[in-house]
Every structure is written in C-alpha cells, then in structure tokens.
C-alpha cells in the first residue's frame, strides 16, 4: 500500500519562500508521474504542479515562474519550491500520484501572510 506524508508547510511573509516535500513509500512512486495540489475552503483542489517518472516537469500557469516541482527516485520524494509567496498561494498542499484519485498524502498548510 502507498503511503505519501508532505511536510514543510508553514507561515510565511509575502515575497517568501517555502519548500514542502512528500515522502513516498512502496516502489509505484519510480514507475508514476507526481504531482502537488492545493485546496482552499469551499473550492475544487488546483493542479499546481507534476512530475514524471523522467522528471520532465510542469506548473500550472498561477505558480509558473515562482514554484518548481522536483522529485529524487532514490529518496522517494517529490518537491515543491516555492519562491515569492502570495497571499493567494495559502492553501492546504497535498501530494499526488498523478492519475491516481485514491492515493493522498493528509496535506499540509501553507498560509501567506500580506
């Protein structure tokens, strides 16, 4: 069973940076494309970000130019840098396996202050 646990969510200024990562368990994470989403209160879950097994990578045009997804195969991990924060980034940010509606990471927090 996959298991996917994001951490390094927090508080942060706008104009900051964040980085969150997501350490996955069982061998699916070398085989699947990643990604990172975001949810706000009352709204649908955004696409921010995915990665492929190859690390070819895109963003979603929101984040493009400020956050960069990244993964290392013999970690098990997958990341997200997040540079020059805005308000409206604040969301809780779940990990993914791209295409995959039943595996989730719990999420985690990352509140944009102005």
């Known amino acids: 069973q996959v298991q996917l646990v994001e951490s390094g969510g927090g508080l942060v200024q706008a104009g900051g940076s964040l980085r969150l990562s997501c350490a996955a368990s069982?061998?699916?994470?070398?085989?699947?494309?990643m990604a990172w989403y975001r949810q706000t209160p009352g709204k649908w879950r955004e696409l921010v970000a995915t990665?492929?097994?190859?690390?070819?990578?895109n963003c979603g045009d929101s984040v493009k130019g400020r956050f960069t997804i990244s993964r290392d195969n013999a970690k098990n991990t997958v990341y997200l840098q997040m540079n020059s924060l805005k308000p409206e980034d604040t969301a809780v940010y779940y990990c993914?396996?791209?295409?995959?509606?039943?595996?989730w990471g719990k999420g985690t927090q990352v509140t944009v202050s102005s």
């Open positions: 993914n396996v791209f295409g995959r509606s039943d595996i």
């Open positions: 069982g061998s699916i994470f070398r085989i699947n494309a």
């Open positions: 990665v492929s097994s190859s690390g070819m990578t």
